[in-house]
């Protein structure tokens, strides 16, 4: 029995080393970066039925900014998870397989769904329904990517690169951030739609502001030590 189990061991850490990495991540970037292209394709230039008017088109540009934030936020949030994506493996994952490259692809999925969640969103961001698909989208694409994070840094088969324990942490945070405030924002959206709006974009403050991210930390432990 012993015997048999060092074999399937053998046999898995073989087609593991079948699994190139570079060929996931240049995927993984391409879809990312077709997906951000796309975002924009939804904010169309406004065409009247005649001859337009200086006040006609200060009016028209009015009426994107629903589309023009969805796409703006929306860009800074894949952003957000490209570079959480691009830590996982350049810094932690040094190798893959099966299981992390179906992990990878059910992320994927979801990220491609973000140009339509959205879209929808920006159209009818009035209502709290949009807000629900557009923050679950959100909430799978954390999770899938909080998922691939576990499983690289505690697989047998997946070798991991040496990174201090705050740094570990720091990574969780940053690719939760956008999960969590995903969830208060649907919590919020039966009371104030703006407020959730506001709060689908909270986390890339932590991503522009230096030290920002190391103040949060402070105030937490202040916090739980109190």
Known sequence: MAGNTIQQQNARGQTSALLNKDRLETLSDSLFAIVMTIL?????????????????????????????????????????????????????S????????????????????????????????????????YGLNVI??????????WYALYSREIKNGRLPAHVIRRIKIRIMLPPVFAALAIFVSPYSILGSLVLFGFPIIFNIIPGSLTLMERAVQNLVSS
């Open 94 to 133: 040094k190798n893959v397989n099966r299981q992390l490259i179906t992990l990878n692809m059910f992320f994927l999925m979801f990220v491609a769904l973000v140009p339509f969640s959205t879209h929808f969103l920006g159209v009818y961001h009035e209502y709290k329904t949009a807000v629900l698909v």
């Open 140 to 149: 799978v694409i954390g999770v899938m990517l909080l998922s691939m994070f």
């Open 40 to 92: 924009v394709v939804d904010i169309k230039v406004p065409v009247p039925f005649s001859n337009p008017t200086d006040s006609w088109l200060h009016y028209s540009i009015l009426n994107l900014w629903p589309l023009a934030g969805g796409y703006f936020v929306s860009f800074l949030v894949l952003s957000m998870f490209w570079m959480s994506h691009h830590v996982l493996f350049h810094a932690i």
